[in-house]
């Protein structure tokens, strides 16, 4: 992966985890070629494991082909709650948890 195509390595992105796509924010420009387009996503791929699901594809620059960077998304079930990861060079670092339940156990605990 190449921390010189990005303005930021692993930026945090607080609770916006990308199954798909790319920050291009966060996109300087391809170090090989020096030009600042959209990107290609290649190598995408879903694997289930113990109930977790797993995406994972390959950020290039569209002009030369140049890897920018790799990202990760992750999607589970944890008891009543739904857990979101995404770990990406130029997307960044991100965890979000969402109950699935009418009534998240964790705002009612706030309002008592």
């Known amino acids: 992966m190449c ?10 992105r607080g609770n916006t ?9 966060n996109f300087a420009g391809c170090a090989v070629c ?3 387009d959209f990107m290609l996503i290649t190598n ?18 569209k002009n030369c082909h140049h890897v920018v960077a790799r990202h990760e998304y992750t999607f589970s079930i944890m008891d009543e709650f739904q857990e979101y990861t995404m770990l990406c060079l130029l997307c960044g670092k991100a965890e979000d948890t969402i109950s699935i339940l009418p009534d998240d156990s964790r705002q009612m605990a706030l309002l008592f």
Not at 50 to 61: N, P, S
């Open 3 to 12: 921390g010189d195509c990005v303005e930021k390595e692993y930026p945090n």
């Open 17 to 25: 985890c990308l199954e798909n796509g790319s920050f291009l924010l």
């Open 34 to 36: 020096s030009k600042r």
């Open 44 to 61: 995408r791929s879903l694997k289930e494991e113990d109930g977790e699901e797993i995406v994972t594809y390959d950020h290039l620059c």
